[in-house]
Structures are given as structure tokens and as C-alpha cells.
């Protein structure tokens, strides 16, 4: 199963950038596929999630109702809105996919970089 991460760069403070995740090699209504973030220093942490129908997300606090985490099964695709950008957003983003035997986010993509100016 392989990731593509795509759609960062550079957004304003109070502004908006989408990011997208293409998974290809497995069947992708199986995955459940989860956002992650990371900071240059520091460890990698958990962004949001999406269940493998889509019926269901989750975030971290920090972003809860300016980040949407939404999936199209028929493109294979699962999307990042991140609106009311702050700069403590700015970070490498990274999707990973959960693994349904394992249950755990046993792939990842190679991450796209986010950046918020102030």
C-alpha cells in the first residue's frame, strides 16, 4: 500500500490550505486513514482520523472545527481542509493508512510541508 500526500505550501494566518492523500496498491475502502503532523524537533503527533466508510472523524482538540477531514472511495483520495490557519500549524503533514489486520497506521506517505505566515 502506498501514500501520495500532496497540496501543501504556504498560507497566511486566519487562511486556508487543502491537503490531499491518494492511496493506491490496496483496496481503499478498507483503510481507515489518519493525519498526522510533525514540528522539526519534535515527535511526530496525531492531526484527525476518518473511518473507512467515512462515517466517521476525529481530531485533535487543537484543530477541532477549522480542520475537516473528508474521503472520496471513488478516487481513492482522502482530504485535509485546514481553514483559520495558524502558525503553530505549520509543520510536515503526513497521512497514514490503518492497517485492518493490525489495526495500527502500518503505512505512511512521505509527508507535504505546511507552512503558515504571520
Known amino acids: 500500500v502506498q501514500l501520495q500526500a500532496s497540496g501543501g505550501g504556504l498560507a497566511q494566518a486566519g487562511g486556508s490550505l487543502i491537503v490531499s492523500c491518494t492511496v493506491s496498491?490496496?483496496?481503499?475502502?478498507?483503510?481507515?486513514v489518519g493525519w498526522f503532523r510533525q514540528v522539526a524537533g519534535k515527535d511526530r503527533s496525531y492531526v484527525g482520523s476518518?473511518?473507512?466508510?467515512?462515517?466517521?472523524?476525529y481530531y485533535t482538540n487543537s484543530v477541532k472545527g477549522r480542520f475537516t477531514i473528508s474521503r472520496d472511495n471513488a478516487k481513492n483520495t482522502v482530504y485535509l481542509q485546514m481553514n483559520s490557519l495558524k502558525p503553530e500549524d505549520t509543520a510536515v503533514y503526513y497521512c497514514a493508512a490503518e492497517n485492518p489486520e493490525t489495526r495500527l497506521y502500518d503505512y505512511w506517505g512521505q509527508g507535504t510541508l505546511v507552512t503558515v505566515s504571520s
Open positions: 476518518i473511518t473507512s466508510n467515512g462515517g466517521h472523524t
Open positions: 496498491g490496496g483496496v481503499f475502502s478498507r483503510y481507515g
